[in-house]
């Protein structure tokens, strides 16, 4: 199964940062190949809000549709995708947040396979180029609302 897992330091503080990625209804806006999000089912318990998500994703020809769960959790400024229903074999997608002197360390971490061979391969051919365009698009995104903000 195809894993990949970086860190990126950022200029933004770790709430900053887990609130951009925890606003999930926002990335058709600015995530590649996210071409509609719909939030199916929010629920809350123990601090934590967990959300059903149905991510329409396009990459040339290719279009599918999955259904994650979604448990963002503040406290420990983490962000857990599990996978429910589409495509895939098995997702796992993580998002760790870790303050630094310099904003904060954003680690994602994510592990896939398609139920398709063939899926799987067209994946293999771009995956590590596509998720460095993601992380690098929640950077700029970041960037860009940070830049609209007041000074107060």
């Known amino acids: 199964m195809p894993k990949f897992e970086t860190t990126r330091p950022v200029r933004h503080s770790p709430q900053v940062m887990f609130d951009l990625v925890a606003d999930i209804e926002r990335y058709p806006e600015f995530v590649p190949m996210c071409e509609s999000l719909y939030i199916r089912r929010r629920s809350e318990a123990g601090g934590t809000t967990t959300l059903l998500a149905d991510m329409s994703i396009g990459y040339k020809m290719i279009r599918e ?32 947040f870790i303050a630094s ?52």
């Open 65 to 96: 549709t999955f259904t994650t769960r979604v448990e963002l959790d503040r406290a420990a400024n983490q962000i857990r995708v599990t996978y429910v229903d589409g495509p895939f074999k098995h997702l796992e997608n993580r998002w760790t």
């Open 101 to 152: 002197p310099s904003g904060c360390d954003v680690k994602f971490f994510i592990d896939y396979e398609f139920k398709s061979r063939t899926f799987q391969m067209l994946a293999g051919a771009v995956f590590e180029k596509v998720f460095r365009k993601m992380a690098e698009a929640f950077e700029a995104r970041a960037d860009h609302l940070a830049a609209r903000k007041p000074l107060t």
